[in-house]
Nanobody, 124 residues
Framework: QVQLVESGGGLVQAGGSLRLSCIVSGRTFSNYVMGWFRQAPGKEREFVAG????????SHAQSVKGRFTISRDSAKNTVFLQMNSLKPEDTAVYYC?????????????????WGQGTQVTVSS
């Protein structure tokens, strides 16, 4: 079983920055493709960013490209989401997720394990 625990959310003004972290335990971290998703009230969960096993490939949603960056540190079993130039529309609960297969990186239904989420609120 894989456990994922997110942290780093909070309240920030528009234009500010936050860095989310997700610590993975229970299995070999380097085996897993990692993704960040978010869900705003009344909306479906959407893909934010994903990263391959060895960090060789990353993908970011168009809405966050150039502002958010996903990375991973295998020594710390942690995946990060650096969020800069935050906007009120970035307000959501942010989830990290893990799976073994790279295909379907942006497809939430393809992920096997999820964290509990961390709230990000951006005020205008």
């Amino acid at each position: 079983q894989v456990q994922l625990v997110e942290s780093g959310g909070g309240l920030v003004q528009a234009g500010g920055s936050l860095r989310l972290s997700c610590i993975v335990s229970g299995r070999t971290f380097s085996n897993y493709v990692m993704g960040w998703f978010r869900q705003a009230p009344g909306k479906e969960r959407e893909f934010v960013a994903g990263i391959s096993w060895n960090s060789g490939t990353t993908s970011h949603a168009q809405s966050v490209k150039g502002r958010f960056t996903i990375s991973r540190d295998s020594a710390k079993n942690t995946v990060f989401l650096q969020m800069n130039s935050l906007k009120p529309e970035d307000t959501a609960v942010y989830y990290c997720a893990a799976k073994l297969v790279f295909r379907g990186l942006q497809d939430a239904t393809s992920y096997d394990y999820w964290g509990q989420g961390t709230q990000v609120t951006v005020s205008s």
